[in-house]
């Protein structure tokens, strides 16, 4: 008991503070999401995500420079479609932008890992994650779409799949059709706990994939629910997730938390584009520190049991924590 006990002891200095700390955050867990488009020298600005571009291909590759030189070890890329139809058929498509994308990163940089969105409503009229009759988003006849799609991407060349649809039963059928042509050790990272959230916005903007009727609510999570995470988190595994995610972050720290405490299994967490766009509007008007919200923000999420976090943050991130070292 004080004065005896005195834990600021440990605080007074600051090479304790860093010896002392439970927590560390590095460059290393780190991922970061790409949008790519067809065409040349392509930059678009996206307006709600101050500092994010919609990319072609030869511009990304400056983008995965940058990011390798500040020692990021990954992207996720999203592609945006020349042309859109019922069934998104650019998505398993040999020259999709996605596909084009992960062979021209995989040529320049073969040892960033690259990790590609397996999911149709990017690439679809109706923006919704799977096929769609008479207004409802089926979801057996949806399981060998993204099959398809997640194996024309490791024919492709990537690293790493990453199914963000939702459907029941889909890391089962991708680890089945990966399993039986060749790709047994291609990993899968499952969006397994994935809210029906309203921080998606700004990411609606970028990729075009707002849907065009209804909402996602019938296949993404109710953002009430704790215990319907952990089933979905524990299917996922079944089925063959190798690491599992949680979406969004911010506002889901107790999820991050349940996940890892209850399967101690790799865990992501996606610091989506609304928590991004917050921090940055509230930085542009002065009302924050955007350095300092961003590492604590990103530290909190490690600190609930992330192991890996993707973040649009993630290159003015590595220069901060860059400079710590």
């Known amino acids: 008991m004080f004065p ?3 834990p600021r002891r440990l605080r007074e200095n600051s090479i304790l503070r860093k010896m002392v700390r439970e927590t560390s955050l590095s460059v290393c867990d780190l ?33 995965a420079e940058e990011a390798v030189e500040l020692g ?5 890329i999203f592609g945006i479609p020349k042309s859109k139809d019922p069934r998104g058929l650019e998505a398993y498509a040999d020259d999709g932008i996605v596909q084009r994308a992960v062979m021209s990163l995989k040529k320049e940089f073969p040892n960033l890992l690259v990790i590609t969105d397996v999911c149709m409503c990017e690439f679809t009229d109706h923006g919704h994650c799977g096929i769609v009759s008479q207004g409802n988003v089926l ?19 990537a690293d790493m799949v990453a199914p963000s649809d939702m459907m029941d039963g889909r890391v089962g059928a991708i680890r089945k059709e990966l399993d039986a042509n060749g790709f047994e050790m291609i990993p899968i990272m499952s969006y397994a706990a994935k809210y029906a959230s309203k921080f ?21 999570m109710d953002p009430t629910n704790v215990r319907e995470a952990l089933k979905e988190v524990e299917l ?12 969004p972050a911010l506002a889901y720290m107790d999820i991050i938390k349940s996940v890892k405490e ?26 924050i520190d955007e350095k300092g919200t961003v590492l604590e923000t990103l530290m909190g999420m490690k600190r ?8 649009y943050h993630a290159k003015d991130a590595a220069r901060w924590l860059n400079d710590c070292k």
Request: with cysteine; hydrophobic share 40%; charged share 15%.
């Open 4 to 6: 005896t006990v005195r």
């Open 31 to 63: 991922v970061l999401p790409v949008f790519v488009t067809h065409g040349k020298s392509v930059k678009n600005s996206i307006k709600s995500m101050p500092g994010i571009h919609q990319l072609s291909v030869d511009m990304l590759l400056y983008e």
């Open 72 to 76: 990021i070890p990954a992207v996720i």
């Open 139 to 157: 979801n057996d006849p949806t399981l060998g779409y993204l099959a398809k799609i997640a194996l024309s991407q490791c024919q492709a060349g």
């Open 200 to 220: 998606y916005g700004p990411f609606r903007d970028a990729a075009g994939s707002a849907p065009q009727f209804g909402d996602r609510k019938s296949y993404q």
């Open 236 to 247: 996922d595994i079944q089925e063959g997730a190798d690491i599992v995610m949680v979406k």
């Open 262 to 287: 209850n399967f101690n299994y790799p865990v992501g967490a996606y610091n989506v584009s609304g928590e991004y766009a917050m921090v940055k509007a509230a930085s542009a008007q002065g009302w």
């Open 304 to 311: 609930a049991g992330a192991d890996i976090i993707l973040t």
